[in-house]
């Protein structure tokens, strides 16, 4: 793959601490050398160098180029999969367990934004929105589950009244306030802890995509132009990765999705619509997204495909979906649109885990990745430095390999994802 430069996003538009960082060229040794630069791979180059290993990040195209400067900037609670699916894989404790990990990578976030002075504008506050009855049943069982079995009450049941001062939407029946999400510029983030892992004496290298990995007692990884020799490979590649470690791969599959950035909409007429200016997401299992942006825009996201073809007009695509939500947005058009691709697992859990005794991997975040990327970061570390029972935990999620085989594992869930819509549109 030729390396790129990062997509033509808002967010790409308004970087900070966007710089050019060197191609590998040559030879290097290293204590660690991981693969992939977005939110795991800079995570656990930061946490290494702070523990003081000698550590290389090889990057095909540029920091932060994948879905780590492409998502949809929302800080959620929980799992994708559920805490009920949690708690009936693991266990009520190691459940328990699993849930506290996610609250700490929220806190992981405030507490790298606060000590690295990253500018990425983390605003407080998330909604999810009701969008049938079906949905206020489910959202009422998870609040008081969540309450009683995990010790969260940060969630609020809201009225169909009382959701208008949420998101001003005739869409939405009421929602579930989190006082615990919120919502960043996630480039922004991903630049921040990148810069910060430099600092800690991270060496960080761009436009380097490796094409080899080889595992063993001396692992490394290969580039065009160079390769890095390491006593422990770590793979950060997520629905980017491809085929470099097979047996990995077919439990990941790449979804698309895609995002726009509606032109500024002035002050007033932003807050209008999102007025407490909360992240939001709806309820469906695909699902909808959006916030505002700090110049007034509104950051609409969805239209996921499972084939990772994006619709032939995705301007338009967009503005169909969002003026459904937002009827007064009919006179208003896209600045910015764009796509990437996500990585899912089939059980929509996150696959932590590691290939003998020093090769270890993190990806399928399936739509969570904001929040668990600070903590595969930080338990990929504290493995490597010997205390491994926390990446044990995550380690004991099922994670199914898709069925299909190479050629027919992405229309296979094509038609999987097919019928998810559907049941979207029962009452």
């Given amino acids: 793959m030729t ?45 290494l160098a702070e523990r003081g290993y000698s550590v290389v990040l090889l990057e095909a195209n540029r920091i932060g180029w994948g879905a780590s ?90 009225s169909r009244d009382e959701a208008l001062g949420y998101v001003n939407s005739p869409a939405y029946i009421g929602g579930l306030y989190d006082a615990r999400g919120g919502h960043l510029h996630p480039l922004n983030y ?47 590649g997520n629905a980017y990765l491809g085929g470099l470690v097979p047996q990995i791969a077919r439990k990941l599959m790449p979804m698309g999705n895609y995002i726009g950035a509606t032109q500024a909409l002035g002050a007033e007429r932003a807050r209008a619509l999102i007025p407490a200016n909360v992240a ?36 338009a695509s967009l503005k169909r979906v969002m003026t459904k939500i937002f009827p007064t947005l009919g006179d208003v058009g896209f600045d910015y649109v764009w796509g990437g691709r996500v990585g899912i697992t089939m059980e929509r859990t996150p696959h932590f885990g590691r290939i003998g005794s020093n090769v270890y991997f993190a990806h399928g975040y399936s739509g ?10 930080r338990i990929i570390a504290e493995a490597l430095a010997g205390q491994a029972e926390r990446l044990d935990l995550f380690a004991r999620l099922p994670h199914t390999t898709f069925p299909g085989g190479r050629l027919m594992r992405m229309p296979t869930l094509v038609l999987a994802m097919t019928w998810f819509r559907m049941r979207d549109w029962l009452p």
């Fill in 69 to 158: 400067g492409r998502n949809g900037g929302q800080v959620c609670s929980g799992f994708s999969a559920g805490m009920d699916s949690i708690a009936g894989w693991v266990g009520k404790d190691d459940a328990r367990k699993l849930f506290a990990m996610v609250e700490e990578g929220k806190d992981i976030i405030l507490d790298r934004i606060q000590r690295h002075a990253i500018d990425c504008g983390f605003v407080s506050g998330f909604f999810n929105a009701a969008v049938k009855p079906r949905h206020i049943t489910a959202m009422r069982e998870t609040m008081e589950n969540w309450s009683r079995d995990f010790g969260y009450d940060q969630l609020t049941l809201v």
């Fill in 3 to 47: 390396p790129s430069d990062h997509t033509q996003s808002y967010y790409a538009a308004t970087a900070r601490g966007l710089v050019e960082r060197p191609a590998l060229d040559g030879d290097l040794q290293a204590d660690v050398c991981v693969v992939g630069g977005g939110y795991s791979g800079v995570s656990v180059a930061l946490n």
């Fill in 190 to 236: 991903c630049l921040g802890l990148a810069r910060a892992a430099e600092e800690a004496g991270a060496r960080l290298f761009e436009r380097s995509p490796v094409v080899a990995v080889e595992p063993g007692a001396a692992p490394w990884a290969r580039t065009e132009k160079g390769r890095v020799r390491a006593k422990f490979l770590v793979l950060c």
């Fill in 368 to 377: 969570t990745g904001l929040v668990t990327t600070g903590m595969a970061g």
């Fill in 280 to 315: 939001v997401s709806d309820w469906n299992f695909i699902l909808n997204y959006f916030r505002l942006a700090p110049d007034h825009r509104l950051l609409f996201g969805g239209l996921a495909s499972y084939s990772n073809v994006p619709p032939p007009n995705l301007g």
